[in-house]
């Protein structure tokens, strides 16, 4: 797994398109791949530094460093596959997610679903120690802290506009499997993995 930052600044037209469509951001991160996003296995999240965007990645695959855009400064890049090795069951670490906890609801008729944020803290929390269970770790603390949406445009055929609920987690967790663990950083966590959601950060 890889660990990529590259800077867009916030002066840039493209920039600010692509930061008011979360589309438009998930087209610009999976472009520097020659696979698919889920392909080259990325996750992303964004920063925001004075006059710049940070995006960091993970990825199974190094970035085509070719496919950057004029307004794309990769930073710096390091494979993190010794630091995956360093995790052991009992560690407590750090950590910091963006996450979309919701839930499927079916349409009218049974036929496909759609998405629905979970509405109360309490339900959230609960969605959030859910995962950490089904993905090796347990929560010995967690603060809920920012909420945002973003608002993106799918064509017609597709659904049209889309909208991403994100809320901000950090605390500490304790790990109790490792491999679980380790397939849940290079996988992420939740839905909303193609709009900078799910990236598990830990220290």
């Not at 840039?12 to 438009?24: M, S, Y």
């Not at 087209?27 to 710049?52: E, K, M, P, Q």
């Not at 190094?62 to 360093?86: A, C, F, I, S, Y």
Request: charged share 20%; hydrophobic share 35%.
């Amino acid at each position: 797994m890889y660990l990529t930052r590259i800077d867009m600044p916030l002066a840039h037209r493209g920039v600010q398109r692509a930061l008011g469509d979360c589309q438009q951001m998930h087209r610009r991160i999976a472009g520097l791949f020659a696979d698919s996003r889920a392909g080259a296995g990325v996750l992303y999240r964004l920063r925001y530094t004075r006059g710049s965007c940070s995006a960091y990645l993970y990825s199974a695959v190094p970035v085509k460093r070719d496919r950057l855009l004029p307004d794309m400064q990769l930073v710096g890049e390091r494979d993190m596959t010794d630091w995956l090795n360093t995790l052991t069951e009992g560690r407590v670490c750090h950590f910091d997610l963006l996450a979309w906890p919701s839930k499927k609801i079916p349409n009218d008729g049974g036929r496909n679903s759609r998405r629905r944020v979970l509405r109360t803290q309490a339900e959230r929390l609960a969605w959030l120690a859910r995962k950490g269970q089904q993905n090796g770790f347990s929560l010995l603390n967690v603060r809920e802290l920012e909420t945002m949406q973003q608002v993106g445009h799918h064509d017609a055929s597709h659904g049209g506009r889309l909208y991403v609920d994100s809320y901000h987690y950090q605390g500490t967790l304790q790990i109790a499997d490792v491999a679980a663990l380790q397939s849940a950083i290079c996988s992420g966590i939740g839905p909303g993995k193609a709009y900078g959601l799910g990236m598990l950060l830990l220290s």
